[in-house]
Structures are given as C-alpha cells and as structure tokens.
C-alpha cells in the first residue's frame, strides 16, 4: 500500500489500534472491512499526531475514544487534575 511514505510511524500504532479493533469486533473473527478500519484508524492517528489544532478538535468534540488506539494528551491532563483535586480534598470532600 506504500503507507509507510507518507506515514512513517504507522506501524507505531499498529498494534494498539489492532487490539481494539480485535476487541470491538462484531463476529468471532476480523473481517476484511475491520482491518481497513484498523488501517484508517492508524492513518488517522497519524494525522492527529502532526496537528495541535485537530487534536483539539477531536478532544473539544468528545471524539477521543472513537479513534481506536488514540491517547489524547488532554484527556491525561483532565484526569489527572481531577485526581490532584480529589487528593488535596482528602477523603472528607474538604480542604
């Protein structure tokens, strides 16, 4: 297919997007069109991952999750300032 010319870290994400794409499969096994969305999925990343501005985008949109094999910076960043807050808090819910 020559994907690896115009993204040449592709097969980074090859097997987190193969292993969701596995998981959310609907018949026993992987079905030729589950593998092309494994592929657009990669390509998909790989674009997100040359644009700020897209991945904001995907992220203001709540579409994080829908990008199989994607892990979004600022969903991090948001869980982990929750968790900051919840443990300056204490267990009481109280400063």
Do not use: W
């Not at 644009?51 to 904001?56: A, E, F, G």
Request: glycine share 8%; charged share 25%; aromatic share 10%.
């Amino acid at each position: 297919m020559g994907l690896t010319t115009t993204f040449p870290d592709i097969q980074d994400y090859a097997e987190g997007v193969y292993l969701a794409a596995d998981k959310n499969k609907k018949e026993k096994f992987l079905r030729t069109c589950d593998l092309f969305d494994a592929i657009e999925h990669c390509q998909l990343i790989c674009i997100l991952e040359r644009s700020l501005n897209l991945r904001k985008f995907v992220h203001n949109q709540k579409g994080c999750h829908r990008v199989y094999g994607f892990v979004c910076g600022f969903c991090l960043l948001e869980k982990l300032q929750t968790l900051a807050i919840q443990d300056s808090e204490g267990p009481s819910g109280i400063h």
